[in-house]
């Protein structure tokens, strides 16, 4: 083989190497690309559910606040008119023991 044709087969080599290289750094790129995409796709997603859960927990946690208010509303009316009761009940008597005495029983 002459050093012509060695030279030449090497030149072909080389280009073919540049290729490879050169499809390889262009799937290096495709593949970062493509990580970036479901990277920002995920944290989108990762993100979004996230603040549904935190929604998801407040509005629960409402609903157990109102609830607890709620109670707490009907326990505070009942405790009024037993009082309202007790005092009326004391007034009553009052009452009853002032006519007993202002009618000399």
Known sequence: MSLERLYETLRKIDSKVDEVYKLRDNEDA????????????VQGEVEDYIKRLINE???????EVEEEIRKYSENLHKDIEEFRKKINNAIDKTVDEVIRALIGE
């Open 30 to 41: 495709e593949i970062s690309r493509l990580i970036g995409e479901v990277r920002v796709k």
């Open 57 to 63: 927990y407040r509005e629960n946690r409402s609903r």
